[in-house]
């Protein structure tokens, strides 16, 4: 778990550019972390949004399903974040990548790597990915047009032979420097109810030769990351403009068993609500209109829903917990907590803390986020709550005020509240929508093909040794500072 999640989670909402700031406005090393939220940026990434139209002519199969097996547990408490395999090269290999949705890149870490980790904490064994090893392998050259339009141009000294370089910078300080390379990609297409085949196509993804900061020892280190952010360099973007998936994926977070469902495709069933995703904005951004606190509207100020560089609602199921504007978290605080008066608040490691002996589902309210096209987002006790311990439970929303200067006013939902719904993004209609659902049951994809639907079911990738970490690690680390919750 990232110590300085806090920070980096504020920082992640922002455009790139200001993201040096952020990150430097790092307090340095905490003494203890409890969020495992990683975001990552390109460098001077405000025009990594580009990239050379591929041939729309499509080719091939035209595939209409992807079957993502999902493992990990997006709980505070548990590992925070959420991983797939994917298989690279031919001969294929396989890696373990963090699944996010706030980044647009596919990276792995290279055997040129020297300070990238071989063993996760996670139990898992990492693989080095070496273009030379791939016969399919090759390196993209900075003239090329991937990395014209991932830089914006041509970078300074390049010609033919000079690879083409990147640099994702995570909020926190660390970094992974490499250089993009091309090679064949399998995933699970899925061809019938719960069952799925081996398809292939070939993705520009970066090859991590360099660590900065605590990377490459992280004890929940993973191969790398897949990003599933809007831009052109995703491999979502990559295989859609090969003709090879729809620009529509959904994923269903499963905070009770772990794992969930992750498919790329149209889902048919179960049916779900949508709300336009604001244009030309660099993440999944909504309207937010607005929000109750067991049926009752809160009176906010219309400023809250504006949207805009540094204010709006963010989607991102690459953050662990959920952060709202010190006005909105206040409010919704004082809400949650108004027939609890009498209840005393512990600061464990800036979160919220309290004793409550009872179920916290019948004993707190629901909230409810009310978004544009009357969608609705139903956030219950139990999930805005996590328990820490024997009748121990801890606020999951946070203060975006005490965060960063420039994150402050932005809402950024992460998998605190997505977490048990099955949540679709469809690029191709700009729309993101969600609904309650039993992520260890199953969904239904449509293959665009046949006009068949498939049923694709949940998934835990199966690990060792991962469950037990963060557990007890925030218990240990309870440092108890009795305080009133607004003044924490
Ligand atoms: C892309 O960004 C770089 C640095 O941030 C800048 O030098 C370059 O001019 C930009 N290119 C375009 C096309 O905006
Ligand atoms: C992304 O790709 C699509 C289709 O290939 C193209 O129409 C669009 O202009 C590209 N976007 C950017 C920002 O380059
Ligand atoms: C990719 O798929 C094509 C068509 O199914 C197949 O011919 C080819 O061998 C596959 N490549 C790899 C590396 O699996
Ligand atoms: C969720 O679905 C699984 C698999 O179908 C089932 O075993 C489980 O009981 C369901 N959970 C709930 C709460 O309905």
Redesign the pocket.
Same mark, same amino acid.
């Given at each position: 778990m990232a110590p300085r999640a806090a920070l980096l989670l504020a920082a992640l909402a922002l455009p790139p550019l200001l993201l040096a700031a952020a990150a430097s406005s790092d307090p340095g090393p905490a003494a203890t972390g409890v969020f495992q939220v990683r975001r990552k940026f390109p460098a001077g990434g405000g025009n990594i949004t580009a990239l050379r139209a591929h041939d729309g002519r499509r080719h091939g199969r035209l595939l209409a399903a992807a079957d993502v097996p999902l493992g990990g547990l997006g709980l505070p408490t548990d590992t925070g974040l959420y991983f797939t395999e994917i298989k690279l090269g031919t001969p294929p290999k396989r890696y373990y990548v963090q699944v996010d949705t706030g980044s647009d890149i596919l990276w792995v870490n290279c055997i040129s790597c020297e300070r990238c980790p071989r063993k996760s904490g996670l139990g898992f064994d990492l693989t080095l990915y070496d273009p030379k090893a791939s016969s399919s392998g090759s390196t993209v050259s900075c003239e090329q047009g991937f990395c014209l339009a991932a830089h914006g141009g041509k970078l300074p000294g390049c010609s033919a032979s000079v690879p083409c370089e990147y640099r994702v910078m995570y909020g926190d300080g660390s970094s992974t420097t490499g250089f993009f390379v091309t090679d064949s990609l399998q995933f699970d297409q899925v061809t019938g109810d719960g069952q799925t085949q081996r398809g292939n196509g070939s993705v520009t993804f970066g090859c991590g030769a360099q660590q900065g900061g605590d990377l490459g020892t992280s004890n929940q280190a993973l191969d790398g990351i897949i990003g599933f952010g809007q831009a052109n360099t995703s491999m979502l973007s990559q295989l859609a403009a090969a003709g090879k998936v729809k620009k529509v994926f959904a994923h269903c977070l499963d905070t009770i068993k772990g794992g969930g469902i992750f498919a790329i495709g149209n889902v048919v069933q179960p049916k779900v609500k949508t709300t336009p995703l604001v244009a030309d904005m660099p993440h999944y951004n909504v309207n937010l209109k607005s929000i109750d606190v067991g049926g009752t509207t809160l009176q906010l100020p219309a400023h809250v829903f504006e949207t805009g560089e540094k204010k709006g609602t963010i989607i991102d199921s690459g953050t662990t917990l959920t952060y709202l504007p010190e006005l909105v978290f206040k409010e919704v605080m004082l809400a949650v907590f108004n027939k609890h008066q009498d209840i005393t608040f512990h600061n464990v490691q800036d979160f919220l803390c309290f004793q409550y002996s009872g179920s916290v589902d019948d004993g707190f309210p629901t909230i409810t986020f009310h978004f544009e096209d009357d969608l609705a987002l139903h956030v219950y006790p139990h999930e805005y709550f996590f328990a820490n311990g024997n009748d121990v439970y801890c606020v999951g929303f946070q203060n975006g005020g005490s965060q960063s200067k420039d994150g402050k006013d932005i809402v950024l939902m992460g998998d605190l509240v997505l977490s048990n719904k099955l949540v679709v993004y469809d690029l191709e209609n700009q729309v993101i929508g969600w609904t309650d659902y039993?992520c @260890? @049951?199953?969904i239904k994809v449509k293959d665009d093909m046949t006009g068949a639907t498939h049923t694709v079911n949940s998934h835990d990738i199966e690990s060792s040794g991962w469950r037990f970490q963060w557990h007890n690690s925030l218990v240990l680390l309870l440092v108890i500072l009795v305080c009133s919750y607004l003044i924490c």
């Open positions: 039993n @260890s @049951s199953s």
